[in-house]
């Protein structure tokens, strides 16, 4: 077979990077990336095409799928679907440091750093919708707002089946800032693969709900894929590290990736009582201190183009003086 390293890389869209097939590298021997170029393929077929026994062949396949390397799908294993999953799989797991410290982390970050990113935020040029969007804290909300199925998270808890969390792999590999990292939460078939995995501990409705309110009251934006309907995850983001904010802020191209929720966040300059810890707070810079005439203190005031409507500035306002009002339609979120 030819280099199975170098069909690896082209099968994730990076031919011939040198810094991903250290990644790859690492992940796995040359033994094992031999296999896993060659799939999808039965085991028992790839055994003999590999001129191997069958039950090694399976054995080193559970292992690659225990790191995260390979994926359960109803043609058997098969490789990872994109670079995005690779990383997202291998580095959200914990365990992998007893055996590698930090190399396998590293070698994430020098790729992402170096090569990744600046293509990632040129690819997400291209899209005509983004791809995912920011959900509102729930905390956030203003008292008698009606929410759509697909921003309310609660709804999407109700209705969700299997709840799980994982480690943060954007904070693992960037570490850019100390924001709690245990806060990814998987759900129904995405929870089911982590908790098979091992890479992440089930929770209880009420625990992924507490998850989330935790979340946001460190400071994190919850995010979800930019559908009508949310089954597979709500992150926990910030903007030091997540793939999506991080790189398309540096780079350019976040409304293009990310969407805003509907929502904007809206100060009432009567009940703000300057504290400025909303400043501090927001993640995209979006709150000044402003004069207000007839008032001796300043006043928080909310840049409306930079909100991205997560409402962490919100949760945290003691004087409820900021809290998130609806701005768009429901068309804003995609079918
Ligand atoms: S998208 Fe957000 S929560 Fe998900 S892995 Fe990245 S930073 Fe973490
Ligand atoms: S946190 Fe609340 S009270 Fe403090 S400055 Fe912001 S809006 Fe005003
Ligand atoms: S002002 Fe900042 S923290 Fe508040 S909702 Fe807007 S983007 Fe989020």
């Not at 979340?215 to 992150?235: K, R």
């Not at 904007?264 to 501090?280: I, K, L, N, R, S």
């Not at 995209?284 to 201190?289: K, L």
Request: net charge negative.
């Amino acid at each position: 077979m030819a280099d199975a390293y170098a069909i690896l890389t082209e099968k994730l869209g990076h031919a011939g990077s040198e810094r991903l097939t250290r990644v790859l590298k690492r992940l796995m021997d040359e033994e094992e990336a031999e296999m896993v170029a060659s799939l999808p393929c039965p085991v028992d077929e790839l055994a003999r095409k590999l001129s191997k026994e069958e039950e090694d062949v399976k054995k080193k396949l559970d292992g690659l799928f225990g790191k995260g390397v390979v994926f359960m799908t109803s043609r058997g294993y098969q490789f990872a679907r994109n670079i995005m999953q690779l990383h997202d799989a291998t580095g959200a797991d914990v365990r992998l440091d007893e055996v590698w410290g930090r190399e396998l982390l590293d070698l994430w970050e020098d790729f992402c750093q170096e090569e990744w990113y600046q293509a990632w935020a040129k690819g997400i040029e291209t899209l005509n919708v983004p791809v995912w969007r920011t959900i509102p804290a729930r905390k956030a909300i203003s008292e008698g707002t009606k929410l759509l199925p697909a921003e309310d998270v609660k709804a999407i808890l109700d209705k969700a089946t299997r709840f799980a969390v994982t480690s943060c792999p954007c904070r693992r590999v960037a570490a850019r800032c100390d924001l709690p990292r245990e806060v990814c939460l998987q759900l129904n078939r995405a929870a089911e693969y982590v908790i098979a995995r091992g890479s992440g501990r089930e929770l209880t409705r009420e625990e992924a709900m507490e998850l989330l309110d935790f979340a946001s009251e460190a400071g994190l934006i919850h995010m979800a894929p930019n559908s009508s309907e949310v089954v597979s995850a709500i992150c926990n983001c910030c903007t030091d590290c997540c793939i999506f904010y991080y790189p398309l802020m540096k780079y350019g191209g976040l409304e293009k990736g990310v969407a805003k929720s509907r929502f904007q966040a809206e100060v009432d300059a009567a009940t703000c009582d300057g504290c400025q810890t909303c400043v501090e707070r927001c993640p995209f810079e979006a709150i000044e201190m402003t004069k207000v005439p007839g008032e001796k203190k300043l006043k928080a005031a909310v840049e409306p183009d930079k909100c991205f409507g997560c409402g962490v500035c919100a949760v945290e306002c003691e004087a409820e003086a900021i809290k998130l009002v609806e701005t768009r339609p429901p068309e804003h979120i995609p079918a």
